[in-house]
């Protein structure tokens, strides 16, 4: 298996001269991010954060993401964050798309490269530092914890995508894969960020509709993907939000792997509103 790449954006401004016609798409049951909207007039500024941007992606809103946010974050050489959380009920997951950085996580140091992957738990210490001389982008994924009596909280690891092989689903002979960091049966994790992979030619071959809310970035390749009623060409560089219950499904369409780094929220009852 060739050594994976992973998109990260490059920021800028489109010229004056470019058509406004793009593929975004924001409905009720999902939304499409494409890369170019990616600009530098769509970053935000953290507090306790220096010489970092972020790209938002997703968070909780009204007909839109319920149960988490997603950002990139882009930080320069010499940036970073000595308080970069601030709700001691939020987990993270962090992956690097490209560069490299330090995360210190409970006293302890890790030096982390593109490709890496780190769990943060709920109310763990954690900063982060990029002590190289080329800025690092990363995927910064947050939910509030959803802790369980009887059952411990998770507790923090940091791994790599290299590290793990891709798991063959069912009958696809390979053709649909998906990288897990967490074991799904591990019932302390209620959220689960994965990498799914589609060799060319790959299918989804029913229209997917489950109770798990998706964040979907690409970061390999390109594919059709169905997202409701709808078929939309997605490629790497782009984001997909799904309602929970939306139907989706995909063909990747090559020349190479189609892959993307998937949130879904997981092994928790459903609330109950409205008694």
Request: glycine residues 8%; proline residues 9%; contains cysteine.
């Amino acid at each position: 298996m060739k050594k994976p790449t992973y998109y990260a954006p490059k920021g800028g401004l489109p010229p004056q001269t470019q058509l406004l016609t793009d593929r975004a798409v924001f409905t009720d049951a999902y939304a499409v991010i494409p890369k170019g909207t990616l600009s530098d007039i769509t970053t935000s500024a953290l507090p306790h954060w220096n010489g970092a941007r972020f790209w938002v992606l997703a968070r909780p809103l009204s007909g839109f993401s319920e149960t988490f946010s997603h950002y990139i974050a882009e930080v320069a050489p010499g940036g970073g964050s000595d308080r970069p959380e601030d709700n001691p009920e939020a987990e993270a997951v962090l992956f690097i798309v490209a560069g490299e950085m330090t995360v210190t996580i409970d006293g302890t140091a890790h030096e982390m490269q593109t490709g890496g992957y780190a769990f943060l738990p709920a109310g763990c210490a954690w900063s982060l530092a990029n002590r190289s001389d080329a800025p690092v982008s990363f995927h910064w994924i947050r939910k509030r914890y959803q802790p369980v009596d009887g059952i411990d909280a998770p507790t923090p690891f940091v791994t790599s995508d290299a590290d793990h092989e891709p798991i063959p689903m069912p009958d696809t002979d390979g053709a649909w894969a998906t990288t897990r960091f967490v074991d799904p049966s591990d019932l302390r994790h209620d959220m689960h960020v994965n990498i799914v992979t589609f060799q060319p030619g790959g299918v989804i071959p029913f229209a997917e509709t489950h109770v798990m809310e998706h964040g979907l970035y690409v970061l390999e390749g390109k594919a059709v993907y169905r997202l409701n009623q709808d078929w939309v060409e997605v490629e790497a560089g782009d984001y997909i939000w799904l309602r929970a219950f939306c139907p989706q499904a995909c063909y990747a369409g090559g020349p190479g792997p189609f892959r993307y780094l998937l949130y879904k929220d997981v092994n928790r009852h459903m609330p109950l509103t409205g008694f």
